[in-house]
């Protein structure tokens, strides 16, 4: 299943790629017009994980938590275990790099990759992510947000030709919308990406 999604969308990526390369808008104005969807997109990311994160939470918190206080005294105890037992065949079967809070492998694909990220990534984090901290594992969740943003941002950069320049500058929107969504500070989202995802 996970092979035929990258399949699709890889054909989608294509034919994007082809319909965007005919387009006469001059660069500056792409770039705009892609700063803005950006925006857009890696913000709905950040209300997306949040939304995500508290339905993980009210089920782990509420039905289950209630299921277990008849047969555990230490229910609460119960919770992030069992988070963790499922956490982890996920983390096997979609690959380490799912795993942690996200900024260090921002900061690699940004100094190493030129801002690239496989496809989808942002999916398997936010699943990941929200059934980690959703079960009480100690995690926080602007590292995931921030992943979760640059990630989409990096997938829509792959529907635009462009250079090593406009991937890195799409990266790094991405993620700064994130952080700008989860604290209303757009302002500190800007200098999040320009001081420790792009360095």
């Given amino acids: 299943m996970k092979h035929s999604i990258s399949h699709l969308w890889s054909r989608l990526v294509r034919r994007a790629r082809v319909r965007a390369a005919r387009s006469d808008l001059p660069q500056h104005t792409t770039e705009i017009v892609l700063g803005v969807l950006i925006g857009v997109v890696g913000a709905g990311g950040a209300v997306g994980f949040r939304w995500l994160l508290g339905a993980v939470t009210a089920l782990f918190f509420g039905d289950l938590a209630e299921m277990l206080r008849a047969i555990a005294p230490y229910h609460l105890l119960v919770l ?8 982890g065949p996920l983390v096997a079967w979609l690959g380490p790099t799912v795993a942690g809070s996200g900024v260090p ?10 801002g690239r990220l496989g ?3 942002w999916l ?4 990941a992510s929200a059934i980690t901290i959703g079960s009480g594992g100690s995690a926080g969740r602007e590292g995931p947000i921030a992943f979760i943003g640059a990630s989409l941002a990096a997938d829509i950069g792959r529907l ?5 320049r ?4 799409i990266f790094a929107c991405g993620a700064a919308a994130g952080i700008a969504a989860t604290f ?3 302002l500190a989202g800007a200098f999040f990406a320009l001081e420790i995802v792009l360095g």
């Fill in 160 to 164: 635009f030709p462009g250079g090593e």
């Fill in 184 to 186: 209303n500070a757009p």
């Fill in 80 to 87: 992030p275990v069992l988070g963790a037992l499922i956490v």
């Fill in 166 to 169: 406009r991937r890195k500058l």
């Fill in 124 to 127: 398997h984090k936010a699943l």
């Fill in 105 to 114: 492998e921002l900061q690699e694909a940004a100094a190493l990759r030129g």
């Fill in 119 to 121: 496809p989808l990534r």
